[in-house]
Nanobody
Framework: QVQLVESGGGLVQPGGSLRLSCTAS????????MSWHRQAPGKERELVAT???????MYADSVKGRFTISRDNAKNTVYLQMNSLKPEDTAVYYC???????????WGQGTQVTVSP
């Protein structure tokens, strides 16, 4: 079955960097776009970045210029490189994929990112 497993979260100081990884299984990874989302306590989950199978990318305005989404199809892994981190980036970060036949979104378990002095 479909499985998405995030890793790489942790505690980092403002201005620091982290790289999140999401390793996928259960589907043909290279065929589908992958996304990163985040959810801070008491707030709605928001889309952070998307990398389509055609190698186009998009970013939320709040992270443009600081975050980079990439993927390694040979490793079935999508990454989120996060630089110049701010306290407001603190959230649980999730990766996701939308798959047929009914184009449901599948989620990983999430990884905590905390940006604090």
């Amino acid at each position: 079955q479909v499985q998405l497993v995030e890793s790489g979260g942790g505690l980092v100081q403002p201005g620091g960097s982290l790289r999140l990884s999401c390793t996928a299984s259960g589907f043909t990874f290279s065929t589908y776009g992958m996304s990163w989302h985040r959810q801070a306590p008491g707030k709605e989950r928001e889309l952070v970045a998307t990398f389509t199978s055609a190698r186009s990318t998009m970013y939320a305005d709040s992270v443009k210029g600081r975050f980079t989404i990439s993927r390694d199809n040979a490793k079935n892994t999508v990454y989120l490189q996060m630089n110049s981190l701010k306290p407001e980036d603190t959230a649980v970060y999730y990766c996701s994929v939308v798959l047929p036949p009914i184009w449901s979104r599948y989620w990983g378990q999430g990884t905590q990112v905390t940006v604090s002095p």
